[in-house]
């Protein structure tokens, strides 16, 4: 017969473990519902968090209005000192805008103005003689002056030469001087025109005929240079070629950019020009032919801009909107949340009470802002805002900025539950807290049921063993009897 022993190690662990596992079975209920509580509130922690994100996005949209604070516990809204130009901004249109584009400011004035570009503004350009760079520069050993003057304003540059140096180490070290001295107008440049020769470029820093290139000297350097023969009269400089030096444009006036506007020669030393017409800003980009037409500047009211802003609280409304929709059974729950949505709701028929105006808009829908059936805004006749805008943009503005404004009503409904101590803020807390409790319930309940059951373990794996001792002394008795005693009929008493 086996080993008592063997037979509990063969028999009894299946039916421990088939009823240690019955029992954790019949416990699991208890952490499921523990862990059903916890799911629920990490859905709630997901709804928090994404509301307080949409609700700090619509925070962002409204700060481009003004500054919400409270003074002696009582809410303030100031308006931006750059929102009124936001509403009053004007966008301006080129014809060509390979030739001309340009920006306008709120100041400028609702027009259309064709011009014609007929010259850039360029930079002017001095050009020395060409020399062979191998020869010997020509000159004595001593310090050399070269003056030059911008804008009326005349820097000195000396050069020390030792009398040794070829025209080659000369242009460099010329170079080399102009280019260190500070606040030098000029920018010098060395070229090799050909593998032999070289030559000294020195470059107008800023374009116009206000900035053009005049010189003196040392008349020995000077002549090493060729700029002795140059002629510095502006109306007629002396024009540089291959050989010899001079300018590159003989009549400093047309270093300034030309434009043509009704019939008037307008001169500036640049290409972007900012006082030609009140509140534009020209950037010129190339000139014209002959033949070509004008261009035509068109500016007018910037309804896009304006648009754009307003949509930007909109769409943020409509978002938070959306969001708590299609999250109604954690919305249905909350007070705070249904409050949200119907103060959102409650937009579309606000009034600004300090608007007292009777042709200036006074709600949202007299801009043609409306709200749909889902408590969505749409901005669905920009033909009325615009026409707001081209009266007077202030009108529409009024709306927004006013102290009893829209932007003004949104920051009430949304400062108690925005920040790190707004109710939502404090909703976040309190559901991570509750979510830590039921996991230390879960840990808990999950160590009580592994005790119990390691216990139970201990028991049946005990009464398994005294079965099966007991089943084996039932066994190895009946054996005795039935070949001892129960059958033999020739037994002598």
């Given amino acids: 017969m086996a080993d008592i022993s063997s037979i509990t190690s063969r028999s009894s662990t299946t039916q421990v473990e088939q009823l240690v596992q019955a029992f954790r079975n019949a416990e699991q209920p208890k952490i499921d519902s523990i862990k059903n509580k916890k799911t629920a509130l990490e859905n709630n922690q997901v709804f928090y968090n994404n509301l307080y994100t949409k609700i700090n996005t619509l925070v962002s949209s409204l700060d481009k209005f003004g500054d919400y ?120 440049s060395y070229i090799k025109d050909t593998s032999t020769t070289g030559r000294l470029t020195l470059t107008s ?64 030393n640049e290409n972007t020009i900012d006082d030609i017409i009140p509140g534009v800003t020209l950037n010129l980009l190339k000139p014209q032919e002959t033949n070509d037409q004008p261009v035509v500047l068109t500016t007018q009211v910037d309804t896009k801009g304006v648009k754009d802003l307003i949509n930007n609280v909109l769409t943020a409304l409509n978002d938070i909107t959306d969001f708590i929709n299609s999250n109604k059974q954690v919305a249905r729950s909350e007070s705070s949340i249904n409050q949200l949505k119907f103060n959102i709701r409650s937009l579309a028929s606000a009034k600004v009470e300090s608007i007292t105006d009777e042709n200036a808009p006074k709600y949202l829908s007299d801009l043609g802002i409306k709200i749909d059936n889902q408590g969505k805004f749409t901005l669905s006749d920009t033909t009325t805002l615009e026409k707001y805008l081209k009266d007077d ?101």
């Fill in 69 to 188: 604070k409270f003074n002696n516990g009582s809410p303030i809204f100031t308006k931006s000192n750059a929102i009124d130009k936001s509403f009053k901004a004007k966008a301006i249109t080129s014809s060509k805008s390979d030739v001309i584009t340009a920006t306008a400011n709120s100041d400028a004035i609702p027009s259309t103005i064709s011009l014609k570009v007929e010259r850039l503004a360029s930079n002017d350009v001095l050009i020395t003689k060409k020399l062979t760079l191998s020869d010997n520069f020509g000159l004595n050993a001593g310090n050399y002056n070269l003056n030059f003057t911008v804008n009326g304003v005349t820097k000195s540059v000396s050069i020390a030469l030792t009398g040794d140096e070829t025209n080659e180490d000369a242009l460099k070290k010329i170079v080399e001087k102009i280019n260190k001295t500070e606040d030098i107008k000029i920018n010098a």
């Fill in 205 to 268: 820093k800023t374009t116009g005929t206000d900035n053009a290139i005049t010189f003196s000297g040392d008349n020995e350097l000077l002549t090493a240079l060729g700029l002795d023969v140059v002629n510095q009269n502006s109306s007629s400089r002396s024009v540089a070629n291959d050989n010899d030096a001079g300018y590159v444009i003989s009549n400093s006036m047309d270093l300034s950019a030309k434009i043509v506007m009704n019939s008037l020669n307008i001169y500036r």
């Fill in 393 to 493: 943009p202030m009108k529409v503005a009024d709306i927004f900025t006013k102290e009893d404004g829209i932007i003004r009503k949104i920051h009430d409904f949304v400062y108690n539950l925005q920040g790190s101590e707004g109710l939502i803020s404090q909703k976040k807390s309190s559901i991570t807290k509750q979510i830590k409790n039921y996991d230390d319930k879960i840990k808990e309940t999950q160590s009580r049921i592994d005790t119990q059951a390691e216990n139970l373990k201990k028991q049946y794996t005990t009464l398994l063993k005294s079965y099966y001792e007991a089943m084996s002394q039932y066994n190895s008795y009946s054996s005795f009897s039935t070949s001892g005693f129960g059958t033999n009929s020739n037994m002598i008493i």
